[in-house]
Structure formats: structure tokens, C-alpha cells
């Protein structure tokens, strides 16, 4: 990234797993324009409530920074202070006035990505909604802290009190209209959503760490029909590249058609306030028959990806959806995976021009038809096989005398279509 400005990551140590998300940190700092040259944490359960760190601490920070400054060009000195945690207006104003240096906290920091990379009306709404929500649940922390310290000195605690409560409204204000001219953008999806949920087409959704390769699989999926007027996605060694839920129909020759959704890619505890603003959009995971997860293999902390991927679906509510796990970037792992992949697991590489593309979508198909009932059937010339194979899935046919005798699995929401088929023919 250009222009990154340096900066130094705080952090209390809390727990083993605090390297995996200091380095998850670094790497959103990163992409939010900070460039990490030092760390420095503090082992402490509970954050201070006016200093975040403890109070010894922070002097010793402000130690840091004093001699920061005399840094060379061989040792450069850093501008900011990262935390990569969620501090509020009192803990930040303290700190920044005994540091003398802005201090940047975790939300903050994802808020500024997901800024960044918001290109489509909605998404840049979605992402003032979120901001303000931000906003304004700090003013809520600012309105308690603010009763702490001036509690009993009579008049100004009250005038105090106001001026916070009057800029709460005013952002819960300009929340309603945000919202409200949300709501007529969405309109055309929340048609075309409707539309697609009365369908008998099968719907799957495309979830996952962000990064891993989701926008890619609808791609590669898009690339093997034989004609695809559908628009690709947007794929970009990015995270957050994806802030747009799209979905786009695959038609392949051979496998039954199905609608896929990509969707916004998580991290570890993605503020909330992110999670409500792109609720609407992330609820069409709970819709889906089927939830393909693309997990980057190639990282080491892919199990932890895993379990973040999952918390981040419990906090929406999805449950008892039918799950696939895409192991993919399979070209960057260094050898043989010394397990096999489970009946629900598939290792994949989806750089373009990979040929493991029909694995995939085999994969895909076998899963989507995997409640469906499996008949074997002749189907006769005069009839529409490529509809017939758009709407069921063949598994094996045979083209003979009489028609294509065929093993398919039937969608029972279509079936009513091929009636004629388990008739006794004249
Ligand atoms: N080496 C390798 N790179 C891959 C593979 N699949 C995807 N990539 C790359 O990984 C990067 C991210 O891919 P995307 O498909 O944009 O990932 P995403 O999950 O949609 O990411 P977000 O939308 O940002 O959450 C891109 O640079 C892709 O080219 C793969 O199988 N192998
Ligand atoms: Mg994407």
C-alpha cells in the first residue's frame, strides 16, 4: 500500500491465542495503510478504565514514544498508536493526552477497510450505518465514563449529560434516514431475492475468513459453463474486497443449475456494529440449501479461520444448513495433507485455469441432491433433456433406442414437471 504510515501495536496479552490475533491485527492494519515496526504488550486480564493499559504501563509507553523520536532513518520512529482492542472516548482522549500521539483501537481500524473498499451505494450506506452505530455507542461509554468523573459536582454534570444526549439523537437521526434510503436501494434485490426463494433452483451460499477465495470459486464456476452472460466478481489479494452480496446462477452442462451467493469475508470479533449494518445482506446465508466454506488452506491458522467462520454464522443465527468445506489454495500447501478429506470436505485450487474446476462442481452437485430421491428413468427423445438436467441432477445416462436411460436424482420441489415419466408409456 502506498503512503502506509508507521505505527506501533499495543495489546493486552490475555490468552495463548493472543499471537494468532496480534498477527491478524498487523495484517488489517496493514490494509487499513499502518505499517507495524514494533509491538509491545502487557499481561493483564482486564483493561484500566481511564488508561486501557495499567498505570504503570502507560508511562512506560510514554517512556517508548519519548524515545522513539530520537529513531534514525535505519531505526524509524512510528507515528501511531495501534490497540488492538475496543477502547472508549474517555480511555482514548486520556491516553492520547498523556502520549501525545493518536490512538487507534480495532474497530477503528476494520471500520477504515470496509470504508475504503465500499464502492456500491449500498455498501458505502451499509458502512456510514455501522460508523454511526459506532459513534454512537461510544458516546454511550463517553455519557457513562463522563458520570463517573464529574459525578457530584452539581450543575455541569447535567449540561455535560445533555450535550452527549443531543449528539446521540442526532446520530440516531441520521441513522433512520441512512437506513430509510437503504431501504429503497434494496428494493430490487429484496425482489429479486423473493423471486429466487419461491424457485424450485437450489440456493447456496458462499461463506467464509476473508481472503480465502470465495468471489474466486463464483468465478471459476461462472468460467466452466459452456456461455455465461453472468457478470464475474470482484477477486483481489485483499481483505474485505467483497462488501456486496451477489449472486449469480451456474448453469453447467450435466449438473443441475443452482444460484450462488458470495458474501462479505469475516475476521476474528468483527465489531458488531458491522455485523448488524450488513445483517440484511448476511441473512441470505440463512436462506441457502446448501453452505459452501472456502477456507485458505495455505494459511497456518486455517483452523482457527474455521472457527471464526463459525462463531461469526452463530452470531447471525444460521443453523442447520447443509455445510461443504473448500480447502483451498491447495498449490501453496507443501505437501500431502496427512488426513483425508471428510465426505463434506474437498482440497481445491482456484487460480484461473486450474482444471479441478468439475471436481468442484460435482462436489457442489452431489451435495445439493443429496435428499433427493434417486429413480431410474428413461427419458424420451421428443422431450427437453437439457431442461430436465437443468432442473435434476443426472447422475449417469445412456443414450438408446427408445431415449436417454438415465440415473437422476429428482428435486422434489420440480418433480411435478416429469410426471409423464412414471407413467406407463403407449
Ligand atoms: N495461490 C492461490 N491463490 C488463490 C486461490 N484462490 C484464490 N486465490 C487468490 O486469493 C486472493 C483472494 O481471492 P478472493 O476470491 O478475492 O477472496 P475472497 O474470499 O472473496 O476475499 P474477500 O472478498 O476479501 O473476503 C486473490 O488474489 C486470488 O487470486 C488458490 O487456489 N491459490
Ligand atoms: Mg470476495
Request: aromatic share 12%; charged share 30%.
Amino acid at each position: 500500500m502506498l503512503n502506509e504510515e508507521n505505527a506501533a501495536v499495543f495489546y493486552l496479552s490475555k490468552s495463548n491465542d493472543d499471537l494468532y490475533y496480534l498477527n491478524e491485527f498487523i495484517s488489517l492494519a496493514r490494509n487499513a495503510g499502518y505499517k507495524v515496526i514494533e509491538k509491545y504488550s502487557q499481561k493483564l486480564d482486564k483493561p484500566d478504565k481511564h488508561t486501557f493499559f495499567g498505570s504503570g504501563k502507560i508511562m512506560e509507553i510514554r517512556e517508548i514514544i519519548r524515545n522513539n523520536d530520537e529513531k534514525t532513518d535505519n531505526y524509524p520512529s512510528f507515528d501511531y498508536v495501534l490497540v488492538n482492542d475496543d477502547i472508549n472516548p474517555l480511555q482514548k482522549k486520556i491516553m492520547e493526552d498523556i502520549l501525545e500521539m493518536p490512538v487507534i483501537d480495532r474497530s477503528t481500524i476494520i471500520l477504515k477497510i470496509f470504508e475504503d473498499n465500499a464502492k456500491s451505494k449500498e455498501a458505502k450506506l451499509q458502512v456510514e450505518i455501522a460508523k454511526l452505530r459506532y459513534t454512537s455507542n461510544q458516546l454511550v461509554d463517553a455519557m457513562a465514563s463522563y458520570s463517573q468523573v464529574t459525578s457530584g459536582t452539581g450543575r455541569n454534570k447535567g449540561e455535560g449529560e445533555k450535550a452527549i444526549e443531543l449528539s446521540k439523537r442526532q446520530i440516531e437521526n441520521k441513522i433512520v434516514a441512512k437506513k430509510r434510503e437503504l431501504e429503497t436501494i434494496k428494493l430490487s434485490r429484496r425482489i429479486s431475492r423473493a423471486k429466487r426463494n419461491k424457485s424450485p433452483i437450489p440456493k447456496v451460499a458462499v461463506v467464509g475468513y476473508t481472503n480465502a477465495g470465495k468471489s474466486s470459486l463464483i468465478n471459476a464456476l461462472l468460467s466452466y459453463q459452456h456461455s455465461h452472460p453472468n457478470k464475474t466478481v470482484l477477486v483481489k489479494d485483499d481483505v474485505f474486497a467483497t462488501l456486496q452480496t451477489s449472486t449469480r446462477l451456474i448453469n453447467c452442462y450435466g449438473y443441475p443449475a443452482f444460484y450462488i451467493t458470495d458474501t462479505v469475508g469475516f475476521v476474528s470479533r468483527l465489531p458488531i456494529y458491522l455485523i448488524e449494518a450488513f445483517r440484511s445482506t448476511l441473512e441470505e446465508i440463512k436462506e441457502a440449501d446448501l453452505i459452501v466454506k472456502v477456507v485458505d488452506f495455505s494459511d497456518s491458522h486455517y483452523e482457527e479461520h474455521i472457527q471464526t467462520t463459525a462463531d461469526v454464522l452463530s452470531q447471525l443465527g444460521v443453523e442447520n444448513v447443509p455445510t461443504l468445506f473448500l480447502y483451498n489454495k491447495y498449490d501453496q500447501v507443501a505437501g500431502t495433507p496427512t488426513t483425508l478429506p471428510k465426505e463434506n470436505e474437498l482440497y481445491s485450487c482456484l487460480l484461473p485455469n486450474e482444471s479441478n474446476i468439475s471436481e468442484i462442481i460435482k462436489f457442489i452437485s452431489q451435495n445439493i441432491a443429496k435428499k433427493w430421491k434417486r429413480k431410474n428413468i428413461v427419458f424420451p427423445f421428443e422431450k427437453d433433456f437439457s431442461a430436465f438436467m437443468f432442473d435434476n441432477y443426472v447422475q449417469k445416462f445412456k443414450e438408446k433406442e427408445d431415449g436417454y436411460h438415465c440415473t437422476a436424482y429428482f428435486n422434489p420441489l420440480s418433480i411435478y414437471k416429469y410426471d409423464y415419466l412414471f407413467k406407463p408409456r403407449d
